[in-house]
């Protein structure tokens, strides 16, 4: 069974220009979530959908960050215009439903250097 | 609301040694609770998890953790590592979503 994919692995941009990071989750999976991994953190969650229902975004800064689940399969996350602040790994994860008692599970994420 | 708690940033121990990695939560509920590893470059993989019943948990690669409410403690524990242990670990708690502890690196010295 194939894991979650993202990609592209990893992106140097320059600050001001636009990102968009793509994740593929496992095959079944109706929820999808991302996550922000700063240096030496632990991942905090940005958005998390519910099949292509964004159900919990009251973490993703809306201003500069933008994300969507079309068709309830695949999300894109962009960050236009992209900060220095914004260098960190962003990992996404699916699970089959959410609630407390379920499993997620992890891409190898994508790390993000804004020069 | 609720946290988690890793009290240490960086533990060294000899390969073949035991280990015990320290994590507290903070929740209003009965919580569920997760270790993941990250080694670098990876994404996170579960290593086990406790939902209810036996506070004792068993997990992947040999690791265990033991559930203790009056503590409010979740810590992980391998009797004996090994050098492919070396990694990022990070203790979970799932209330109204999956919070993260910063989380402790562990290097395995020969």
């Known amino acids: 069974e194939a894991g979650v994919v993202q990609s592209p692995r990893y992106k140097i941009i320059e600050k001001k220009q636009p990102v968009a990071f793509w994740c593929n989750p496992i095959s079944g999976h109706n929820t999808l979530y991302w996550y922000l991994q700063n240096l030496g953190q632990g991942p905090e969650l940005l958005i998390r959908?519910?099949?292509?229902?964004?159900?919990?975004d009251s973490q993703l800064p809306k201003d500069r960050f933008s994300a969507e689940r079309l068709k309830g399969v695949d999300s894109t996350l962009k960050i236009q215009p992209a900060e220095l602040g914004d260098s960190a790994v962003y990992l996404c994860?699916?699970?089959?439903?959410?609630?407390?008692?379920?499993?997620?599970?992890f891409g190898p994420g994508t790390r993000l250097t804004v020069l | 609301a609720q946290s988690v708690t890793q009290p240490d940033i960086h533990i060294t121990v000899s390969e073949g040694a035991s280990l015990e990695l320290r994590c507290n939560y903070s929740?209003?509920?009965?919580?569920?609770l997760f270790w993941y590893v990250q080694s670098p470059g990876q994404g996170l993989q579960l290593l086990l998890k406790?939902?209810?019943?036996?506070?004792l948990v068993q997990g992947i690669k040999g690791f265990e953790a033991e559930f203790k409410r009056s503590q409010s403690s979740f810590n992980l524990r391998k009797p004996s590592v090994h050098w492919s242990d070396a990694a990022e670990y990070f203790c979970a708690v799932e209330g109204e979503k999956l919070t993260f502890g910063t989380g402790t690196r562990l290097t395995i010295i020969p």
């Open positions: 929740y209003g509920a009965t919580p569920y």
């Open positions: 959908y519910e099949n292509e229902e964004a159900v919990d």
């Open positions: 406790y939902f209810s019943g036996d506070t």
């Open positions: 994860a699916s699970s089959l439903s959410s609630g407390g008692a379920v499993e997620q599970f």
